[in-house]
């Protein structure tokens, strides 16, 4: 893997989706614009108190998706990132950085609601569309 990887996750603008399932299989998927590439093993991201925090905490494993339209479903791009979760803290210097960049975008109050700082391990990486083509990482 390369800093390739780590440019195409932290493009911006971009949003994926980071589904995530609780320990009996009900899954949830957002829309999230925050999750940040710091490494090529490791994600940081911030969530509110919601659904996503609460299948995190009963179970740590989450997808995030990056996708881009083409003309036809095998042009789209986009990538498959498989991460569990490490570390969740509802207070502390990283909580404080992220509400600090937050607060430039989605103002103090929009800020205030994010609840905790996630970082995620990444465990595999797939494109989009599977054709065996693409990024691919395995631990």
Known sequence: MSSDLIDYFNKSPRLGVLSTASTDGKVNSAVFGSPQMIDENTVIAATADNRTFANLQENPYALYTI????????????????????????????????????????????????????????????????LGQGWEKSI
């Open 67 to 130: 996708m881009e339209p083409g003309d036809s479903i095998t042009e789209w791009k986009g990538i498959r990132v498989y991460m569990k979760l490490k570390e969740c803290a509802t207070s502390g210097e990283l909580l404080d950085m992220i509400r600090n960049e937050a607060a430039k975008f989605v103002g103090e109050e929009g800020a205030e609601m994010i609840y905790a700082a996630l970082t995620f391990e990444i465990y595999e990486v797939r494109p989009l569309v599977d």
